[in-house]
T-cell receptor, first 112, second 111 residues
Framework: EADIYQTPRYLVIGTGKKITLECSQTMGHDKMYWYQQDPGMELHLIHYSYGVNSTEKGDLSSESTVSRIRTEHFPLTLESARPSHTSQYLC???????????FGPGTRLTVL | SQQGEEDPQALSIQEGENATMNCSYKTSINNLQWYRQNSGRGLVHLILIRSNEREKHSGRLRVTLDTSKKSSSLLITASRAADTASYFCATGHSGNTPLVFGKGTRLSVIA
């Protein structure tokens, strides 16, 4: 059973606020990912990390930033939220030598 | 873009029927995976097929891979209302690059 957690599950905030979406996994996976997904639409990779102190930008340009100080933790930060950031954010992880990804339940973000 | 394409975009069938979804991709792969997503939730891994395999089964799921045509299909037999979800294919590539997900097929199984 995959143990990957995201908090909060739902967040409604005003424009201009700084927010951090949390993602933690207890599987000891080296690789972690953040995806943005509008309802019923495709996934867009926005950030990924293959280990501590290693982060890369994904295919979709994003105004968010990430950090990877601990193996199990991969938070995503928006310095100044805008309505265009309204979406679902999915976190995932995978083992070093495997491609299979395990997903968290997602954070649904609404920026007013 | 390396992104895969699922076909059809949406599929509606009666309970008990079989559902077939197709995935096409553009570049060479190490493996191809299928994931399921219930509305508003994260994705769940269903099955992985390696590039040197042609067919794989898991319960009611059957996956085929044709690397010469750069395509895969997912067959769900004897579908149930609980199979209603979006299904995504994802391709694994060499060079330590992340999985590339397709756009998904939305399956509705009507009881």
């Amino acid at each position: 059973e995959a143990d990957i957690y995201q908090t909060p599950r739902y967040l409604v905030i005003g424009t201009g606020k700084k927010i951090t979406l949390e993602c933690s996994q207890t599987m000891g996976h080296d690789k972690m990912y953040w995806y943005q997904q509008d309802p019923g639409m495709e996934l867009h990779l926005i950030h990924y990390s293959y280990g501590v102190n290693s982060t890369e930008k994904g295919d979709l340009s994003s105004e968010s930033t990430v950090s990877r100080i601990r193996t199990e933790h991969f938070p995503l930060t928006l310095e100044s939220a805008r309505p265009s950031h309204t979406s679902q954010y999915l976190c995932a992880s995978s083992d070093r030598d495997a491609d299979t990804q395990y997903f968290g339940p997602g954070t649904r973000l609404t920026v007013l | 873009s390396q992104q895969g394409e699922e076909d059809p975009q949406a599929l509606s069938i009666q309970e008990g029927e079989n559902a077939t979804m197709n995935c096409s991709y553009k570049t060479s792969i190490n493996n191809l995976q299928w994931y399921r997503q219930n509305s508003g939730r994260g994705l769940v891994h269903l099955i992985l097929i390696r590039s040197n395999e042609r067919e794989k089964h898991s319960g009611r799921l059957r996956v085929t891979l044709d690397t010469s045509k750069k395509s895969s299909s997912l067959l769900i037999t004897a579908s149930r209302a609980a199979d209603t979800a979006s299904y995504f294919c994802a391709t694994g590539h060499s060079g330590n690059t992340p999985l590339v997900f397709g756009k998904g097929t939305r399956l509705s199984v009507i009881a």
